[in-house]
């Protein structure tokens, strides 16, 4: 049991987080290059934070959540999404003081529900998420997707099409959730039991069940985007406007109402093309009233959030290998306890050149140590021992051509660094 990570989690090995450095230089690039930068937020909050943020009628809130009394008697959630703290974040660190949009992004964020493991689904994941604070119009909306959309195409997954849809605001929603209540009304005995829960409190959310007999009963509903006020109706627009210009495809999709209760008008997502129905490779939107809800000042938001198992999953549908680096570029090999001492300390003088390099921990022979250094990818190796270190030289072989040449030791830095020049 204690050798068993627990359900739903996953080991990242040393032979597989290069694909992981690799995603998250990409998503890191295209934040920055977008004018993000990056917040850090505690793996903990107060479950408050989240009762009131995502939303008390949600899956995740109800049935979802990491949720535990520590030792001083606080209850404290395991984020069950990135958005929620970086709101209390941006409020508690004032933020909204400073000149705003405040456009912030984070990597690689841990986050916890409790759902059943399968395919893509995990109780543990690591979210990319970026959301923009103080920026109103759809611009913002725009500008997130088509930066998340050209990282995604960076990283090589491209042809997709960006899903959106608007669930309008609190001027216009109410009337949409008694159009749908009157549409429903005559089937609500065939809705399952959440969603005839949902029927009174929030019915959008039945748009989204996965249980055949909902998705029947709500077929050639009315559709919110069709009924949203002036102001609503005009976002949308204008944001369909900017991914036109940016040549972004989209699809307006009306069954796209999101898994949390904070958003208001523009609601995305992509979904996974190769994996099983309805996986979402991502999922965003505005949420204008979220920040004041948590205490904070009237200020709009808007955000998305990606999972980077998807992404990596993603990569795997689409038979995409990202280009493995080398484990070492130089290794400096040992000939005996007597030539350790200088073998190691022109290890050292390697990595301070920023060169990657390598030399024996293990007492291995020098016939072990080259093929250690072959299996690790050395372009180079330096022997260091003998008569040639007692003479103040070490011997450098190029491992594709064979070919030795004798440096001065205290040379061989500068050395190895032309030829890895010449090499690149
Ligand atoms: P979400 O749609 O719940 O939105 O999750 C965002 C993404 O996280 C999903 O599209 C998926 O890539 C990944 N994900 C979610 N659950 C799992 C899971 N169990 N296993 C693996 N990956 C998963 C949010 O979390 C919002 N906070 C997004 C957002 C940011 N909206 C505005 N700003």
Partial sequence: MITQAPKGTKDVFPQDSYRWHWVEQKLRDAAEAA????????????????????GDTTDIVQKEMYTFNDKGGRSITLKPEGTAGVVRAFIEGKLYAQPLPCKVYYLNTPVFRYENPQSGRLREHHQFGMECFGAKGPAADAELIVTLFHALEHIGINGLS??????????????????????IADALNSLCPVCQARFDKNPLRILDCKEEKCKQVVRGAPRMMDMLCGEC?????????LLQESGVLYKL??????????????????????????????????????????????????GFGIGTERIL????????????????????????????????????????RGIKAECD?????????????????AQQILIA????????????????????????????????????????
């Avoid at 523009?266 to 949420?287: K, S």
């Avoid at 072989?397 to 010449?422: F, H, K, N, W």
Wanted: charged share 25%.
């Fill in 35 to 54: 004018g993000y930068r990056e917040i850090r937020t505690p793996v903990f909050e107060h479950t408050e934070l989240f009762l009131r943020g995502v």
């Fill in 162 to 183: 960006v899903h959106i849809n608007s669930i309008g605001c609190p001027a216009c929603r109410p009337g949409y959730h008694q159009a749908l209540r009157d549409f």
């Fill in 233 to 241: 109706a005009d976002h949308f627009a204008s944001l369909q406007a």
């Fill in 253 to 302: 999709d009306p069954g796209i109402v999101r898994g949390l209760d904070y958003y208001t008008k523009t609601v995305f997502e992509i979904i996974m093309p190769g994996a099983r129905e309805g996986l979402a490779l991502c999922g965003g939107g505005r949420y204008d009233g979220l920040i004041s809800q948590v205490g904070g000042p009237e200020t709009p938001g808007v």
């Fill in 313 to 352: 999953m993603e990569l795997d549908n689409r038979g995409i290998v990202i280009p493995e680096p080398s484990g070492c570029a130089v290794y400096v090999a040992n000939i005996g306890d007597d030539s350790m001492g200088a073998a190691f300390g022109l290890t050292q003088e390697l990595r301070a």
């Fill in 361 to 377: 921990l293990a007492g291995r022979s020098l016939k072990a140590q080259f093929r250690f250094a072959d299996r690790a990818g």
């Fill in 385 to 424: 021992g003998g008569d040639e270190l007692a003479r103040g030289v070490v011997k450098a072989r190029d491992m594709a051509t064979g070919t030795e040449t004798d440096v001065p030791l205290d040379e061989a830095p500068a050395y190895i660094a032309s030829v890895l020049r010449q090499e690149a």
